[in-house]
Nanobody, 115 residues
């Protein structure tokens, strides 16, 4: 069955870095664009970054441009989110998303940016 499993979250100081990973299985990973979303407490889930399938074009929320980088490894069925110069406002649960059917979500990984 389809699975998306995120990892790599944790506690980091402002200005620090984290790399999130999303392991995909159960579908033809290389054929789908993939996305990262995040949801902070009391806020709606928001799109952070997206990467297309074959040409790997990327797009980012304005709030993370120049700091975050999304990438993918089709052979390993992984999508990454490299997060640099993290800010307290980046604190959220980060979710991997695949546009399968009505949309498929991972379970999320917590990122906390705090001193």
């Amino acid at each position: 069955q389809v699975q998306l499993v995120e990892s790599g979250g944790g506690l980091v100081q402002p200005g620090g870095s984290l790399r999130l990973s999303c392991a995909a299985s159960g579908f033809t990973f290389s054929a789908y664009g993939m996305s990262w979303y995040r949801q902070a407490p009391g806020q709606e889930r928001e799109l952070v970054a997206v990467i297309s399938s074959f040409d790997e074009r990327t797009n980012y929320a304005d709030s993370v441009k120049g700091r975050f980088t999304i990438s993918r490894d089709n052979a390993k069925k992984l999508v990454y989110l490299q997060m640099n110069r993290l800010k307290p406002e980046d604190t959220a649960v980060y979710y991997c998303y695949a546009p399968l059917g009505r949309g498929f979500w991972g379970q999320g990984t917590q990122v906390t940016v705090s001193s």
